[in-house]
């Protein structure tokens, strides 16, 4: 019972985001910038990108992570640790943008240090915020807590967080065939609610 209590406290603080609904005009400008190693993250800012246009950017670093997931596992467990922020071959002009989505994926239970190292490279004050995340079957972490903790001269809105692959057990690629439908209707449902027109 009291697993089940700790249950209902945890997920709806999942959700105790910001649900104010942005007043989007027609010439808002949308960047959708992401960060996936699998993919996974990567169709959801596709789905994403399908439905409100503006440009979008897959974020890259200086020094790519290593290919074998016990290796960036422990890599990414030192630097969250640490704080360290890797350098990002990735640059945007934050200047020509109103509305930015934010995508990855949860790391170590965490926001992965490539966005946190986004975050710190460019100043989002006085733009929306809106973050979406795949994770591996164990949520989002404190992911979105700490995007609200970086941007806190922007309105953050509410985020979206679906379950993708896990590399872990040799599931890579896991939002595609039915999983892809699925996720387009739960995005499409999400964007209305934050009152997001799509551009066509
Ligand atoms: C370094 C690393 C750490 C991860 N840590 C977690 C985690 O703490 N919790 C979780 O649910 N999934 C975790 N995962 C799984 C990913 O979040 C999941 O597979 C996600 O869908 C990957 O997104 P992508 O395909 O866009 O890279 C981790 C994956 C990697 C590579």
């Known amino acids: 019972m009291k697993s089940l209590i700790i249950f209902f406290v945890s997920f709806s603080s999942c959700f105790r985001m910001d649900t104010r609904e942005i007043k989007q005009s027609t010439s808002d400008t949308i960047l959708i910038v992401f960060l996936s190693r ?57 200047d020509k943008y109103d509305i930015i989505f934010l995508g990855f994926p949860t790391w ?5 240090p490539p966005m946190k190292s986004f975050l710190a490279e460019n100043d989002l004050s006085g733009k929306t915020v809106i973050p979406f995340n795949t994770h591996g079957g164990y949520g989002l972490g404190n992911s979105f807590k700490k995007v609200k903790e970086l941007c806190p001269e922007s309105t953050v809105l509410k985020g979206f967080s679906i379950k993708g692959g896990s590399e872990r057990d040799g599931i890579f690629l896991a ?7 699925d996720a387009k209707l739960q995005v499409k449902s999400w964007l209305n609610e934050l009152k997001i027109s799509t551009p066509k």
């Open 38 to 94: 699998t993919n996974n993250t990567r169709v959801l800012a596709e789905i994403i990108h399908d439905q409100v246009g503006g440009d979008l950017v897959a974020l890259e670093l200086e020094n790519p992570y290593p290919e074998k997931y016990k290796t960036i596992v422990k890599l990414v467990a030192e630097e969250n640790e640490s704080g360290f922020l890797p350098a990002l071959k990735t640059k945007v002009d934050m």
């Open 108 to 112: 170590g239970m965490q926001l992965p």
């Open 175 to 181: 939002i595609k065939g039915k999983r892809r439908k």
